[in-house]
């Protein structure tokens, strides 16, 4: 069964439980996608993700994929690429721009599910300091990034775009590390991807994943801009 929201942003999700099985983790349809309304899914564990000319739709599937940000695997040759210095990275330097490189059609995929109402929601949550985004640059252009939200010590990762060899994966390694230093636990990475799985992202099943959110959104965060971490950084110590 799936669920139907009304526009009061008090009224509470069902249970991630009831989510269906096909497709897998649709939970819900409706609502609004309110700064109250989206902090209240990522907390039990619940994200949107719709197309244009669709309803919102909420999901949670079984398993979630997530990563540690202290288990981020470097390969050899991703390793080679950072030694080099080719790439700079930034935090909250432009997050209208790699918003805006991330609903960009793909290669082989003309549509976007970040439709405008997201995009607007995600602006929202970057003025509150909820939503940050990481920028990678070569020569003072922007070839590569991702955003997301963070609630106490979860980084709920929403997208990333690449338009270089490996710019999103470098986005993806130095968040990780960043993560790390600042005491974060998880990263979501919501579903699996070779990709991820290549950086070290894992499937475990939501039962987990949520009492996981539980303790871990409750914990000490950092709200507000990331912008004082925004200087360039060239490399990083520890690979």
């Not at 069902?14 to 349809?29: I, M």
Request: charged share 25%; aromatic share 12%; glycine share 8%.
């Amino acid at each position: 069964m799936i669920f139907v929201l009304d526009n009061n942003p008090d009224t509470p999700f069902p249970d991630v439980s009831l989510a269906e099985r096909e497709p897998d983790g649709l939970l819900a349809v409706g609502g609004d996608l309110t700064p109250q309304r989206l902090i209240q899914a990522y907390q039990l564990g619940i994200f949107p993700w719709f197309t244009e000319g669709e309803p919102i739709l909420w999901w949670s599937p079984d398993p979630r994929t997530v990563l540690y940000p202290e288990k981020i695997k470097i390969s050899r040759s991703l390793r080679k690429v950072l030694r080099k210095k080719v790439y700079k990275v930034s935090f909250d330097h432009d997050f209208e721009a790699v918003i805006q490189g991330c609903a960009a059609p793909r290669e082989n995929s003309p549509g976007t599910w970040l439709v405008p109402e997201m995009i607007d929601a995600y602006r929202q949550q970057h003025k509150l300091g909820h939503a940050h985004s990481v920028e990678v640059w070569h020569k003072d252009v922007l070839v590569g990034g991702l955003y997301g939200m963070t609630i106490g010590g979860v980084f709920f990762g929403e997208s990333m775009f690449s338009r270089a060899t490996d710019s999103s994966k470098i986005a993806l390694v130095h968040l990780s590390h960043k993560l790390t230093q600042w005491g974060f636990k998880m990263i979501d990475c919501q579903v699996y991807t070779k990709h991820l799985a290549s950086l070290g992202a894992e499937e475990i099943p939501r039962a987990i994943f949520c009492a996981d959110l539980y303790r871990w959104t409750r914990l000490e965060g950092w709200t507000g801009s990331w912008a004082d971490e925004g200087k360039l950084y060239p490399e990083i110590e520890e690979c």
